[in-house]
């Protein structure tokens, strides 16, 4: 759990929910959240990148997160945010059903993600945070942009 924010054993990460499941990300790598607007569609895309948005002049390339974990798609899209994310100079959005808060999360509550599932989406993920509030996934979102880009 190196790669994310830490203050001694402390791991700090944004927060969101898909499908009623909490997940989080490094907060290190999450530059801004955006709500909802015009996504430009992409053709020949696969399904799960939902097409790109203009962001201050730059075009920036959103994963609808749903369709790439196989939960479907939004029933109400306009609820529905945007955290950009930037990965090693790439910047790019993940569509998700809404952002909670900013959370610390002690690595002695951090468990190694589960081997059972054969599902692709769960290669991103990197551990589960056994909270008083419930599981929280934790993402790897270098792995998850890694294999968009490609």
């Known amino acids: 759990m190196g790669t994310a924010s830490t203050y001694s054993d402390v791991l700090q990460f944004v927060t969101f929910k898909l499908v009623e499941q909490k997940y989080a990300v490094d907060i290190l ?10 996504i430009t569609t992409i053709p020949h895309a696969p399904a799960y990148l939902e097409g790109a948005i203009n962001l201050r002049g730059k075009v920036i390339p959103v994963i609808n997160l749903r369709k790439k974990f196989g ?15 930037v990965i090693g100079g790439a910047v790019m959005g993940v569509m998700v059903d809404s952002v909670s808060d900013v959370i610390r999360i002690s690595c002695e509550v951090v468990e190694p993600a589960p081997s059972v599932s054969s599902n ?4 991103f993920i ?13 993402l790897d979102v270098d792995k998850l942009l890694t294999e968009v880009k490609h």
Do not use: P
């Not at 990197?126 to 934790?138: C, D, K, P, Q």
């Open 29 to 38: 790598k999450v530059q801004e959240i955006e709500n909802i607007r015009e």
């Open 71 to 85: 939960f479907g798609d939004y029933e109400d899209r306009q609820r529905s945010k945007i955290i950009i994310l």
């Open 126 to 138: 990197t551990g589960m945070a056994n909270l008083a509030e419930g599981l929280v996934i934790l």
């Open 120 to 123: 692709e989406s769960s290669h």
